[in-house]
């Protein structure tokens, strides 16, 4: 069931619906829940797996040079298969990559497609031009300049040369939703700023590395403007997150 939101009989942007899915998913276990989305709600899960996938693909469908149908993917940050598991289905050849182990057991055991376990460092072992679409849902959010660096040259490595990148970040919209409105002023003069750790991953990943980070559009421009030309930054595009339309130079 699609949800459209509008006045006057007229919806706003499409973009915007949000999806619940006709039937429950397969879903991991409650703690496999809680490290991807923050709590253990299994219908939240679903809802945001549903719509994010839709989201997603509609917007690759209006960039790409590839039909999804034939497109070679990655789902970089698969965790445990919120997205996957609605949007390998649509994928010619479909790849998911993430750092936790345990929740990537539950993707090769459960969906279609081929799981990789990659190290919090770069380069992954998987080859270079190969995906025609790379997207990253809240993963350029918690990571510090450094490491953000080595994974944009990363992407940058594994992505086709006419293919897509589509990253979220937390932007203006989203700290207004958080509460933190206060903040807006120094992530318009620094274009980037760290809120601080995030320790949802305590214990699979190194101490310190998992922050929880905002990206101004200027920062963006600058940061990963070298490797990729930035297409489009969709506001609010993926639940409180922008989403960043990337295309290798």
Partial sequence: MRLSFGAGGRAFN????WLLPQEPALQPHRDQIRRVSGGFDGFKFDVQGITLSDRLARVFERYARTPLSSASVLD??????RVARYFNPLA??????????DNLAWCRDHLRGTYHHIKTTTPTPLPADRFDLIYGVSVMTHLTPADEQAWIAELYR?????GLVLLTTLGPTSLMVMDMSHCLPDLAARGRIDLGENTILAGRVP????RNVAHGFAG???AWGAHFEILDVLPAGIGIQDLVVLRPR
Avoid at 14 to 17: C, F, S, V
Avoid at 76 to 81: E, H, I, N, P
Wanted: net charge negative; charged share 25%.
């Fill in 220 to 222: 963006i421009h600058s």
């Fill in 76 to 81: 970089w940050g698969v965790g445990s298969g």
């Fill in 207 to 210: 101490e310190g590395y998992y």
């Fill in 14 to 17: 499409a973009d915007q619906d």
């Fill in 158 to 162: 594994l992505v086709k040369k006419g």
């Fill in 92 to 101: 010619g050849d479909f790849h998911g990559a993430d750092v936790d182990a």
